[in-house]
């Protein structure tokens, strides 16, 4: 079982930056890939950026450039530096955590980009 805490969200205008945190209750090297999503209001669930236990990682087209996602294996926890912010970056961010057998979900944290 893995438990995982966003946190670093807020409030910023437009072009500004924010950075979240997402801590695992358990060694984030068990854990193949970590991933960012965001879900706008009355929108699905939308992948931002991911991380393996590599080191090797990826971006959605719409962040790529402006957001970066690594990850700290001794303090568990991965992180999402998020520069030039826009209001379509609004909505609240998730943090999953993908094993060999399982899929876990933080509660989130919301990012709200005002114009």
């Known amino acids: 079982q893995v438990h995982l805490v966003e946190s670093g969200g807020g409030l910023v205008q437009a072009g500004g930056s924010l950075r979240l945190s997402c801590a695992a209750s358990a060694s984030i090297f068990s854990i193949n890939i970590m991933g960012w999503y965001r879900q706008a209001p009355g929108k699905q669930r939308d992948w931002v950026a991911s991380i393996t236990n590599g080191g090797t990682t990826n971006y959605a087209t719409s962040v790529k450039g402006r957001f970066t996602i690594s990850r700290d294996n001794a303090e568990n926890t991965v992180y999402l530096q998020m520069n030039s912010l826009k209001p379509e970056d609004t909505g609240v961010y998730y943090c999953?955590?993908?094993?060999?057998?399982?899929?876990?979900w933080g509660q989130g944290t919301q990012v709200t980009v005002s114009s």
């Open positions: 999953k955590a993908t094993t060999r057998t399982n899929v876990y």
